[in-house]
């Protein structure tokens, strides 16, 4: 038998930034390695998708993993969740092996980073990442459990204590929330649990930068709503294809002019409510564009979401042109 190829990688877990979760047990298995978590790795709300701390093993070449099992305590929710997950091992195999381009060093690289996602009600996704790059593996549904202080091993026991998740959640002691973040929860109160869903869904687009007067897009960063990553370098620029992805809410394009000065269009972030609906209304029947218009001399810029039939302008997004 052929023996079978081996990577390096690591885990680490994410979680919303306003539904901590805490993770309790949890194990990455492959057939010659286990990466586990416990109680050490504390409360985690990095935000959906973000990569938090990993820990360092003594292994340097693992096998591809194939299940996922994981129990963590939702802190809002004041409910443990657990499960336990076959993964698509030929999936994720056939993505390490296809790599990506790193423009940093302008050779292939490969991921080397699994994300383990932990939303409201169960939802658990798993990403595969490395510098620049990040996408979706698997999505899975945890459920409900009931872990007694009794039953708990003993460095895990502190979840168990009176009041505990709702101290974390509340008290400002711990700091587990950002002032940004508890500015959004007392403005718009907690996204609906359902919305992690919403993030996922898809549409076949592509971006459209319409520059000054012989200005060249150079490169691209995209941040998706459903935690991915894509880097447009020099190859993607040039193909620029639609592909089905999902809905942005972080976008940067450079660019230079004929004289050669470089200059950067951010946007962070959409706003989310004005982007899905944009999106939603002009549904998944037509290939989408999502467009651009640069000022001369990248003094600002307007974006627009079209297909054959209709064009909405997103009035609402954080730009900034530098």
């Known amino acids: 038998m052929e023996k079978e190829k081996k990577y390096h990688w690591l885990a680490t877990v994410s979680a919303p930034k306003e539904y901590p979760a805490e993770v309790y047990l949890g194990n990455l298995i492959a057939d010659d390695f286990s990466y586990g978590f416990d109680a050490i790795w504390g409360t985690q709300n990095t935000g959906w998708g973000n990569q938090g701390g990993t820990m360092s093993v003594s292994t340097e070449q693992m096998e591809i993993p194939h299940t996922l099992e994981f129990t963590w305590l939702s802190l809002v929710e004041k409910k443990f969740y657990t499960g336990k997950w076959k993964l698509d091992k030929e999936k994720i195999t056939a993505l390490f092996e296809e790599g990506f381009m790193d423009y940093d060093t302008n050779k292939r690289a490969t991921y080397d980073t699994f994300i383990i996602g932990l939303a409201p009600k169960g939802r658990v996704v798993l990403w ?107 190859n993607e620029v040039l193909k620029n294809d639609f592909q089905s992805r999902a809905i942005p809410f972080y976008f940067v394009a450079f660019w230079k002019n004929k004289t050669t000065d470089s200059y950067g269009v951010w946007v962070d972030p959409f706003d989310e409510q004005e982007i899905l609906n944009a999106f939603k209304k002009l549904g998944n029947k037509e290939d989408i564009e999502l467009i651009f218009k640069v000022a001369l001399n990248n003094e600002s810029c307007r974006i627009f979401v079209k297909n054959k039939i209709e064009e909405i302008e997103l009035k609402k997004a954080v730009i900034t042109c530098e």
């Open 128 to 234: 595969a990442s490395a510098a620049g790059i990040k996408k979706e593996v698997g999505v899975f549904q945890a459920h409900d459990t009931i872990i007694t202080k009794e039953k708990a091993y003993e460095n895990a026991r502190y979840m168990l204590e009176k009041d505990y998740a709702e101290d974390i959640v509340n008290d400002p002691i711990y700091k587990t929330f950002k002032p940004e973040t508890l500015e959004k929860i007392a403005k718009y109160g907690r996204s609906n649990p359902a919305v992690y869903d919403l993030y996922r869904e898809r549409y076949n687009w592509k971006p459209v930068i319409l520059l000054p007067e012989e200005g060249v897009w150079k490169s691209s960063t995209i941040n998706f709503l459903n935690g991915e990553l894509e880097i447009l370098g020099v």
